[in-house]
């Protein structure tokens, strides 16, 4: 196992059809189901975009569900 500051390791931000994220190290094949969202990077800087554009962690599957039953109560 690699200890986080030593990890120098490339991954790749993926994301799935649900629109939830992970990291996959880049020098392995990116399971099905899921697609490379950017540049290889670093772990650290992975995690932090992860971060930033992950803000609502339901599957969209989810989020589009509930949007549809808001729309039907509304006036």
Known sequence: MVAEEEDTRD???VM?????YSIWLADKPVP???KTVGEK????ECLKYIGEVWTDIRPK???DAMGKDEKERAP
Request: aromatic residues 16%.
């Open 61 to 63: 599957s989810l989020r």
């Open 16 to 20: 799935n059809d649900e629109e939830q």
């Open 32 to 34: 099905n189901g899921w």
């Open 11 to 13: 991954y790749f931000v």
């Open 41 to 44: 990077k670093k772990k650290p």
